[in-house]
Nanobody, 126 residues
Framework: RVRLVESGGGSVQAGGSLRLACAAS????????MAWFRQYPGKEREGVAA????????NYADSVKGRFTISQEIDRSTMYLQMNDLKVEDSAIYYC???????????????????WGQGTQVTVSS
């Protein structure tokens, strides 16, 4: 099992930056994909970015490409989401998620991830 704890959310003006962190513990060496999702009120969680622990492949939602960067410590203990040039529409609850071997699926489908953090609120004002 894997335990995930997010931090780093907060309020910022449009154009500003935030860095989210996700501290991972437990069976972290069994993870094959780590990802960030966000959720708007009344909506399903949507994939923001993901990183594979094999080949260090990364994926981003089109809406955040060029503005957000996902990274992970080499020991997989912490994952980050650097968010630059934030927009009002980036306001949401952000969750980190993990998928363990041998599970497969899509990087941006919440149903394909078995482990979740508690979420952290990001609010961007105009």
């Amino acid at each position: 099992r894997v335990r995930l704890v997010e931090s780093g959310g907060g309020s910022v003006q449009a154009g500003g930056s935030l860095r989210l962190a996700c501290a991972a513990s437990g069976d972290i060496y069994s993870t094959n994909v780590m990802a960030w999702f966000r959720q708007y009120p009344g909506k399903e969680r949507e994939g923001v970015a993901a990183t594979s622990t094999v080949g260090e492949k990364t994926n981003y939602a089109d809406s955040v490409k060029g503005r957000f960067t996902i990274s992970q410590e080499i020991d997989r203990s912490t994952m980050y989401l650097q968010m630059n040039d934030l927009k009002v529409e980036d306001s949401a609850i952000y969750y980190c998620a993990a998928r363990l071997w041998p599970a497969g699926g899509s990087w941006n489908q919440a149903a394909d991830f078995g482990y979740w953090g508690q979420g952290t609120q990001v609010t961007v004002s105009s």
